[in-house]
């Protein structure tokens, strides 16, 4: 598809009005314009997801005693992860973010 623009045609443009013309035409103009304001019904809805990230981020649910033991172990090396546990969790979490249960 191919469109010409033709030199010395303009599209109409739209009729301007400044701030400085409207507070010129008066209060009833300002009167007006808040009579035509609506209530929205936008609404927002935290999903239990969103919510449970926000707890995490706020360090709420957290077993700092448990954290500092895994630190240690894995700083003198005695920790083991049960690497079948960590695959499993991540497919339950995998399940969960797609909508689908593991």
Do not use: C, W
Not at 80 to 91: E, G, R
């Amino acid at each position: 598809m191919t469109n010409t623009i033709k030199p010395g045609l303009q599209a109409p443009q739209p009729q301007v009005q400044l701030r400085s013309q409207h507070s010129a035409a008066g209060s009833a103009g300002s009167a007006q314009g808040a009579g035509t304001v609506r209530p929205s019904d936008d609404s927002v809805k935290i999903t239990d997801s969103a919510k449970a990230l926000d707890a995490a981020s706020r360090g709420e649910g957290i077993d700092t005693k448990r954290v500092e033991e895994i630190r240690s172990r894995l700083a003198d090396g005695t920790y083991k992860p049960d690497a079948q546990a960590i695959a499993s969790k991540f497919l339950a979490m995998e399940g969960q973010m797609g909508g689908v249960k593991a």
